[in-house]
């Protein structure tokens, strides 16, 4: 899991998803929108505005995005220091240009917003906090110094003093607000897709662990019968070489068999050949294939059986696929991870569903946590002792989120809990009391029922490449 959370995409990468473009195309309306402004300030409502000096504010966002056009390539992407650059310069042009029309009595003072949620959604804490500190020292310095907005029979059009400090407040509190409100959905929306990569990559390892097994299986099934044969004849060859002249059929024999090992290995090709064997299996089956790379970590993994009331004694067959494999082995390798000395897998199955529960002798989950398991990058357990059983763990929540995603999407409902208080006096080793994982399936969404389990499988076919 180290391994794939070393490959995801770190913050500082993040600011580079931004193009040049993308940021000069909202100048341009912007620019659009101002002079907009202008043309219909001056016409509509008849005020009298320092063209000039308006223009020649307007005409620094025109020349800005001429000089980006004609420097950088269409697909420039920006880093972080140059997307704060860019955004307190819109926030410099668009102070200017409030301070020609009328400061905090221009209702479109508001759009400073924008460069602070621009912010917010792109750059790390520290630049976006830098830009809402210029955005709300611009916004004050315009609240006391500005040009009053006139008409041309010299009326002031301005608003009461305490409006305008309401205003103000009213946009301090959108700087802190929008900002931290379009951070913290960002930050969860880039966590959840470098969660669902990792997800992702998982199944795709596990997938292709799982065509490496069959293509094992289906070569030793395939080859088994002419590799024995061969074996045997030549073994009698060897014994009846010096006393019978009729070696001859058996030598024939074996080229026979050669060829027909060549003819096998022709047909299974690179991918070799999905062994239907290896689709189904009993519950058990699937559970101890889950659990065997935690098996010999110096704790003791018990495994159990229990059928419902009037469910069949016999284990239920279930599709073995690497979603439920992959969910079930981080589970259970957490599970190895923070127990004391045992950990407990139950195996219970009624005739409407499966259950699997995990169970260790651990301190558990937290309980401020609890209601978060299964969230990407959410720390557990990060107790002292446990920090002590497994050195260097960074306790992100990574896997847990890999196998509830996992198993969900076979089908499968999840629940966390603890089985004591993780809080009180850690239980005797060997006693059940810490953290427990309950998984059920509906028997249809992971069974493929006796008839299925039961039919003929026929000749294994190729997998597709």
């Given at each position: ?22 940021l000069v195309m909202l100048r341009w309306i912007a620019v659009g929108g101002q ?233 299974m090709g690179r991918a070799g050949k999905d062994d239907l064997h290896m689709r ?78 995990i169970i260790d002798d651990g301190r558990g989950y937290p309980l401020q946590l ?96």
């Amino acid at each position: 899991m180290t391994n794939i959370h070393h490959g995801l995409l770190n913050e500082n990468e993040r600011t580079h998803w931004v193009r040049l473009r993308t940021l000069v195309m909202l100048r341009w309306i912007a620019v659009g929108g101002q002079l907009s402004a202008i043309v219909v300030a001056q016409h509509l409502f008849r005020l009298d505005l320092d063209i000039g000096l308006s223009l020649m504010a307007v005409g620094m966002s025109v020349i800005a995005n001429l000089i980006a056009g004609f420097v950088y390539p269409e697909n420039k992407r920006l880093s972080e220091r140059e997307i704060t650059l860019m955004l307190i310069f819109d926030m410099l042009q668009l102070t200017a240009l409030l301070y020609l029309t009328g400061g905090l009595h221009n209702p479109f003072a508001l759009l400073i917003l924008a460069p602070v949620t621009i912010a917010a959604t792109v750059l790390r804490p520290g630049p976006t906090i830098l830009i809402g500190a210029v955005a709300i020292g611009l916004i004050t310095f315009v609240m006391w110094f500005y040009r009053p907005l006139r008409t041309e029979t010299g009326f002031v059009m301005q608003m009461p003093q305490d409006f305008v400090f309401g205003f103000w407040v009213a946009i301090v509190i959108g700087v802190f607000f929008l900002g931290a409100y379009a951070h913290r959905i960002t930050s969860e929306i880039n966590s959840m897709s470098e969660a669902l990569l990792a997800t992702q990559m998982a199944l795709a390892r596990e997938q292709k662990i799982s065509d490496l097994a069959g293509v094992v299986a289906a070569t030793a099934h395939e080859l088994g019968t002419p590799l024995a044969t061969i074996k045997l004849t030549s073994s009698e060859l060897a014994k009846e070489l010096a006393d019978r002249p009729d070696l001859q059929e058996d030598a024939a024999l074996i080229r026979d068999q050669a060829d027909r090992c060549r003819d096998i290995l022709q047909s299974m090709g690179r991918a070799g050949k999905d062994d239907l064997h290896m689709r189904t299996a009993p519950l058990i089956t699937v559970v101890r294939e889950a659990a065997e790379p935690h098996l010999d970590r110096g704790k003791d993994v018990i495994f159990t059986s229990v059928p419902g009331d009037g469910a069949p004694e016999r284990q239920p067959i279930i599709w073995r696929r690497p979603e439920i494999v992959h969910g079930l082995r981080n589970l259970i390798q957490n599970a190895v991870d923070f127990a004391a000395t045992t950990v407990w897998v139950d195996l219970h199955w009624t005739k409407s569903q499966v259950i699997v529960r995990i169970i260790d002798d651990g301190r558990g989950y937290p309980l401020q946590l609890i209601g978060r398991i299964g969230e990407p990058f959410v720390r557990l357990r990060s107790h002292e002792d446990d920090q002590k059983k497994r050195p260097g763990y960074q306790g992100m929540g990574l896997g847990l989120f890999i196998a509830k995603t996992l198993l969900e999407r076979s089908g499968a409902e999840i629940n966390f809990s603890n089985g004591r208080d993780p809080y009180s006096d850690p239980a005797e080793p060997g006693l059940r009391g810490g953290a427990v994982v309950e998984i059920i399936w509906p028997v249809q969404a992971i069974s493929p029922g006796e008839f299925e389990a039961a039919r003929p499988l026929g000749d294994n076919p190729p997998i597709p490449t």
